[in-house]
């Protein structure tokens, strides 16, 4: 089965500054895809970005990178010149074939 | 504009009711999944659905039950609510893209059972 790995319940960042979120996951699975999700104090689920598991390049969007290192089994998700508006739960997912598992989730914090 | 709405925003429900969660999309996907967010433990699925009338366990699916009888529409069932439900539930939906596709999902069903 399955399992997704955050080992960062909380973390904290200045405003402008770039912090890193980790993730892991484990799957006996070749093809697979990685997301992240940002879900607000308002609870609703905004997808961030995708990395498939034959993707060479990390994945961008914006502020937003996934640190993609296959052979460590790592997602992490970098988010540059962080803004107050970056405060939320962000969730790391995996998905293989049709189904979707997410991790704890990291509580980020962005300071003034 | 994409959409998945869930029936009811807020629902409390005393012990032994039995509770309906109703999930309804318009972006026509063949996958529709329901999961309970519990704090520290992030999102745990409890079941999927990749076609109508079929449906799969996720890793919780102990005290639920799902319907799947049209294809924009996805039920979760408890037969009998107890204490430990009290959860928010999600309900999501994606097309048949294998690993690529990402989840949309509703607003969310926050249950109470006392």
């Known amino acids: 089965a399955q399992k997704i790995t955050q080992t960062q319940p909380g973390m904290f960042v200045q405003e402008k500054e770039a912090v890193t979120l980790d993730c892991t996951y484990d799957?006996?699975?070749?093809?697979?895809?990685l997301f992240w999700y940002k879900q607000p104090s308002s609870g609703e689920m905004i997808f961030l970005i995708y990395?498939?598991?034959?993707?060479?390049q990390n994945a961008t969007e914006g502020r937003y990178s996934l640190n993609f290192q296959k052979a460590r089994k790592s997602a992490n998700l970098v988010i540059s010149a962080s803004q107050l508006g970056d405060s939320a739960m962000y969730f790391c997912?995996?998905?293989?074939?049709?189904?979707?598992?997410f991790g704890a989730g990291t509580r980020l914090t962005v300071k003034p | 504009d994409v959409k998945v709405t869930q029936s009811s925003r807020y629902l409390v429900k005393r012990t032994g009711e039995k509770v309906f969660l109703e999930c309804v999309q318009d972006?026509?996907?063949?996958?529709m999944f329901w999961y309970r967010q519990d704090p520290g433990l992030g999102l745990r699925l409890i079941y999927f659905?990749?076609?109508?009338?079929?449906?799969e366990k996720g890793d919780i699916p102990e005290g639920y039950s799902v319907s799947r009888e049209k294809k924009e529409r996805f039920s979760l069932i408890l037969e009998s609510a107890s204490t430990n439900q009290t959860s928010m539930y999600l309900c999501?939906?994606?097309?048949?893209?294998?690993?690529?596709?990402?989840?949309?999902f509703g607003e969310g069903s926050r249950l109470t059972v006392l």
């Open positions: 997912a995996m998905r293989d074939s049709n189904d979707m598992r």
């Open positions: 659905s990749y076609d109508v009338k079929m449906k």
């Open positions: 972006m026509d996907h063949e996958n």
């Open positions: 799957t006996s699975d070749q093809s697979y895809g």
């Open positions: 999501a939906s994606g097309a048949i893209a294998g690993d690529a596709g990402e989840l949309f």
């Open positions: 990395q498939g598991s034959y993707d060479e």
